[in-house]
């Protein structure tokens, strides 16, 4: 994650933004940054021509705003630090209430802590890079029946996508920072450490679109600080991922890998990594993954970063499931169909990527 760390030297904890925004004008501690006596402010500004600035000033009709006339002085300073210390990026918090602002602080200082503890590692998707490129219509099953005379489908784009299905102790962190399962009728699931490692399921796919979506509130970036914007794959791009410019018949290859994890209980994602090792995605076959793509036959002309049909009643879902599939729903480009309401032990997602433009 992009974030810098402020050396503070702290007494007692943090004025918050909705309680600056509630008292009056402070004193002002001479020539050092403006602040409250024996306090630190989440907001600090260090005005250019040392007059006394309130928040309230940063805002517009309650939200912090750039149109403020504050923002148009010279040289002015503002630092928007959570309690914890961390710097916050200013950009990212335009439009945003007080109230909002402390919210975020006090998510980005429970996700650093995390962090601090080794812990993000396995609260996040690993990713794998996913380049541009082509896979043969031969051997797949988006057109169905109907005759094409495509030879190629193609990804246009780079992305990335989950190395593994999502676990549940990465569903756990969301599920902790947002209280998801509680407030929309899942069953919030007691903390096992031993199932951590294990893929997500019950999820319907309202649940997969809200996990993406508070992904997207951490601003996760790469290795050279740009940042990730998270999705739910297309059939298409997970086809490519499994299946390669080779059109292999499995994801892991072309031999069908008789391991002890087919046909039995979900386990965990990396259990047998060793067998999977040089392939993109990992952990197929252990729950069925959904895909952001209507189930049904594609249009003849989308032979380029496919979606689908516009319409349709159900979710594809792909990879199979090892409590019951047959060799065949294991291949690359087998089609499976979900209800997109329904929550089933058989059913979990992945995650895909791409750099924020």
């Not at 007692?12 to 004008?25: D, H, K």
């Not at 043969?136 to 094409?148: A, D, E, H, I, Y």
């Not at 952990?283 to 049909?309: A, C, H, M």
């Not at 879902?317 to 499976?336: E, I, P």
Request: aromatic share 10%; glycine share 10%.
């Amino acid at each position: 994650m992009n974030i810098s760390r402020t050396n503070i030297s702290r007494t007692g904890r943090r004025l918050t933004a909705v309680e600056q925004m509630q008292v009056g004008r402070p004193r002002r501690e001479g020539g050092a940054p403006q602040n409250f006596i024996g306090r630190h402010l989440r907001i600090t500004i260090t005005p250019p021509n040392g007059k006394n600035r309130r928040a309230s000033e940063l805002f517009v009709d309650g939200k912090l705003s750039l149109s403020a006339p504050l923002f148009a002085l010279a040289g002015l300073r503002v630092e928007i630090v959570t309690d914890a210390g961390y710097l916050m990026n200013l950009d990212r918090l335009l439009d945003k209430t007080a109230d909002e602002i402390d919210q975020a602080a006090t998510e980005l200082d429970r996700v650093m802590a995390l962090s601090a503890n080794r812990a993000l590692q396995f609260t996040t998707p690993e990713l794998m890079f996913v380049p541009a490129g082509s896979f043969p219509v031969n051997g797949s099953q988006l057109f169905g029946n109907q005759k094409t005379t495509a030879t190629e489908v193609t990804i246009s784009q780079p992305f990335y996508i989950g190395r593994f299905p999502v676990t549940q102790g990465e569903w756990a962190a969301f599920d902790g920072a947002q209280s998801y399962s509680s407030n929309h009728g899942r069953k919030v699931k007691e903390a096992d450490p031993d199932r951590a490692r294990h893929p997500e399921t019950n999820v319907n796919d309202a649940d997969c679109q809200a996990y993406v979506a508070w992904l997207n509130t951490l601003h996760l970036t790469n290795e050279e600080g740009q940042e990730f914007e998270f999705f739910i794959p297309t059939a298409a791009q997970w086809e490519y991922a499994a299946r390669g410019k080779d059109g292999r018949l499995y994801p892991w290859g072309n031999e069908w890998n008789e391991h002890p994890g087919r046909f039995r209980a979900v386990y965990p994602v990396d259990e047998f990594s060793r067998q999977e090792s040089g392939t993109i995605l990992r952990g197929t076959g252990i729950v069925w993954e959904k895909t952001s793509t209507r189930f049904g036959n594609y249009p003849l002309d989308q032979t380029t970063d496919p979606t689908g049909p516009e319409n349709g009643d159900f979710t594809e879902v792909r990879g199979g499931s090892a409590w019951y599939s047959d060799r065949s729903s294991f291949f690359g480009s087998h089609r499976y169909l979900d209800n997109p309401g329904e929550r089933g032990d058989k059913v979990g997602f992945r995650v895909a990527a791409r750099i924020k433009t």
